[in-house]
């Protein structure tokens, strides 16, 4: 195949623009952050969607997202929250395929639903490979784009493949055309509204009955100190039976920590590998991506289920994915142009 770099520039990086992909697997016992997309769900439709076989580079837009200029052609999907994208101005939908032509500006504005954009672009974005990811983890300065998030005057290059854009079948997006993909929907109001499913462990015995009670009925609030490394939650006291102290034990995507305030912690893609507070639970894999999605200041509850019922709900979700993947699959070989 005859992959060529295209440049992409940076005029403005939006608020918190990353290079993410599926994150640093099989490296934690190094002391390794395994980063990787917050919601990967949104992520790996934008794959397929662009046509990608394999998890490559996209960028993770929060809040806000940037706006680029594409060199050449390429083919770009956008994934996730609904931060209103934009081609050359006009208002395009999320989960359709487009085809971006020399000269063309990629943009959008302050996210109405959520709080994560994907931008996935057909052949990946090209960018060293650490530990088998390119995803940026920001702290500790590695990955992605010299190690940060992106900045005005950035230049980027993705490959793109000239034959496989001269396969696809294209159509022109007419200015006021009320395209949407059925198949695929984005995030509303009403995903924030249900409950965040987990279950309890690994030191849930560290609690009072009382405590639990409280994690399992009350609201908590997400907070401004919420970042990709944990979502801090603010609400009523979660009692410990003595301390919040432990050994360092292991973290993963979804531990819900409580230091000695009582405030629970979540988390997330960018977590450290250990950690010394105790942790009553974990969220569910098909609750993370709905997660980390819900905006700051929405309350949000959390409901405890059991290991069994974790274990049902996530073959469901697996089924259900993996159809929607099927879908954007097959709609990458249809691209619109605006």
Known sequence: MNFNKVAVHVKSPGFFTTIQDKGRIG????????????????????????????????????????????????????????MNPTINGMPVPLYIPFLCRPGDEIS???????????????????????????????????????????????TFYIHSNFENLAERETFVLEKGDGLSNTAIEPYTVDDFRHPIRIVLGPQHEAFTDTGIQTFAQEY????????????????????????????SDGAVFGSIQVPADGQPIVLMADRQTTGGYTKIGTVISPD?????????????RF????????????????KRLDKILQVAKGQSGYVFIV
């Open 27 to 82: 490296f934690q016992e190094f002391g390794m952050p395994v980063a990787g997309a917050m919601d990967q769900d949104s992520y790996a439709v934008g794959q397929a969607l662009v046509g990608n076989d394999t998890y490559l580079g996209a960028l993770e837009c929060t809040l806000l997202p940037p706006t680029l200029e594409v060199e050449s052609h390429c083919i770009v999907a956008f994934t996730g929250a609904d």
């Open 108 to 154: 959008g504005a302050y996210v109405t639903e959520g709080m994560r954009m994907y931008i996935s672009f057909r052949g990946g974005i090209d960018v060293p490979i650490i530990n088998d990811s390119v995803s940026t983890h920001t702290k500790a300065r590695i990955g992605g784009y010299e190690g940060r998030h992106l900045m005005a005057g950035d």
């Open 220 to 247: 908590y609030e997400i907070t401004p100190q919420c970042d990709r490394m944990g979502i801090r939650l603010s609400g009523p006291v979660i009692e410990h039976v003595e301390t919040a102290d432990i050994i």
């Open 288 to 300: 993370l991506p709905r997660l980390s999605q819900i905006p700051i200041g929405h309350a949000l």
């Open 303 to 318: 409901k405890i289920i059991t290991v069994e019922e974790a274990q049902e709900q996530y073959r469901s979700y697996r």
